[in-house]
């Protein structure tokens, strides 16, 4: 096959994005037999169409790596996708609900890394040894498709439903932590929505950062020192509202927020 239904396709879920408007799944009707593989290389097309707008890579993320997001997703396989520049809110600001399609927020745990992790074979342990810190963030993740409806394929073309980002503003030592206890809630005005502790993610948020790895080596690629990372959602997705002030709460991490305007 040749890689222009790759660009077709990259284009359609780009212009959902900028258009803010919810499209068919990619499997519905363009594409039904869209494998996993294929859609990597649209995603690829994807990162390419953004690198050449002049967009920067803060990092790659996974998703889809607790229970609950795959049971809320109806996905059962952890996926990456990659955060870019203009997706970066800072901590305590604000986010135009009408820049968005249908937003939702999850509470994930990130990694910035000291060192480049090239796998395969790379463990949580051999991540630790290579973070150079940790922090917390708010995920706002803004799928494509209409009700967040979609299968493996799909979500991987759209770049794993990717949106916005708002890290914290504190780093620490990932050696001060057993980050697999560390407990988030996430809450809106004032109300916990849901909460989780990092062991959701994959029994640690580090192997959820190894099994990037991992899936990158397979491609000749690999994470790369000062790459952010979030390591997927340990709480369920959050719908969002016009007015929503939003905290994630992070034990020893620390709050990061936002407000929807
Ligand atoms: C896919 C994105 C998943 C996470 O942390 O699990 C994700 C989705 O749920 O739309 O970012
Ligand atoms: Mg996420």
Redesign the pocket.
């Known amino acids: 096959m040749s890689t222009k239904i790759y660009k077709n396709i990259a284009d359609y879920l780009v212009a959902a994005e900028v258009e803010k408007r919810e499209v068919l799944k990619v499997t519905a009707e363009l594409k039904p037999d869209l494998t996993v593989e294929e859609a990597y290389l649209v995603q690829q097309e994807l990162v390419r169409t953004k690198l050449e707008e002049g967009r920067r890579i803060v990092g790659p ?6 229970k609950a ?2 049971k ?2 109806g ?1 059962e396989e ?2 990456y ?1 990659y955060v870019f520049d203009y997706m970066l809110i800072h901590n305590g600001g604000k986010v135009p609900f009408h820049d968005l399609i249908h937003p ?1 927020v ?1 509470a ?1 745990i990130v990694f910035l890394i000291g060192e480049d992790i090239e796998g395969p074979g790379i463990t949580g342990a051999q991540v630790l040894a290579k973070t150079q810190a940790v922090l917390p963030a708010l ?1 706002i ?3 494509r498709y209409e009700n ?1 409806n ?1 299968t493996l394929p799909d ?1 991987v073309a ?1 770049n ?3 949106s916005r980002v708002v890290f914290g503003t504190t780093l620490k030592s990932p050696e001060q932590f057993e980050l697999d206890l560390v407990g988030a809630t996430l809450s809106i005005n004032g109300e916990i929505k849901d909460l989780g502790a990092g062991a959701a993610v994959l029994g640690h948020p580090a192997n959820a950062i190894a099994m990037l790895a991992n899936m990158l080596a397979k491609k000749g690629e690999k994470i790369r020192k000062g790459d952010v990372i ?4 340990l709480t369920g ?1 959050v719908m969002l509202n016009v007015g929503d002030y939003v905290s994630g709460k992070f034990d020893g991490l620390g709050e990061v927020t936002f407000t929807v305007i």
């Open positions: 993320k996974m998703g889809l790596t607790s997001k795959m809320q997703m996905v952890p996926i996708g939702k999850e994930e995920e993740i803004d799928s967040f979609f979500v759209d794993a439903s990717t979030l390591s997927g959602a997705a």
